[in-house]
């Protein structure tokens, strides 16, 4: 009986895990194409949820953000979020 719970148990989180993985995928594309969306208030949100996920692919991204963004308060909030993730990343 304890075998056949834990089984359970062990699938149950597995899926979530594969489930967690999925949206979290969909969330980063989606927080992606929001970086170079007509809507400064767009690519100020993209820019929160980015900067809460340090990645050497994040600091490139925002690194072609920087190149094509004009406000410059976005570019001033990208570039700060970019060096702090370099020197997080080394």
Do not use: C, N
């Amino acid at each position: 009986m304890m075998g056949a719970k834990l089984k359970a148990v062990l699938l149950t989180f597995g899926l979530g895990a594969v489930l967690g993985s999925v949206l979290a995928q969909q969330s980063m594309g989606r927080h992606r194409q929001d970086l170079f969306s007509g809507r400064p208030l767009r690519r100020l949100s993209a820019l929160s949820y980015l900067s809460g996920h340090p990645s050497v692919e994040t600091v490139r991204l925002l690194y072609d953000y920087l190149a094509w963004e004009e406000h410059p308060l976005l570019r001033r909030r990208a570039d700060g979020i970019a060096r702090r993730m370099e020197a997080k990343l080394g």
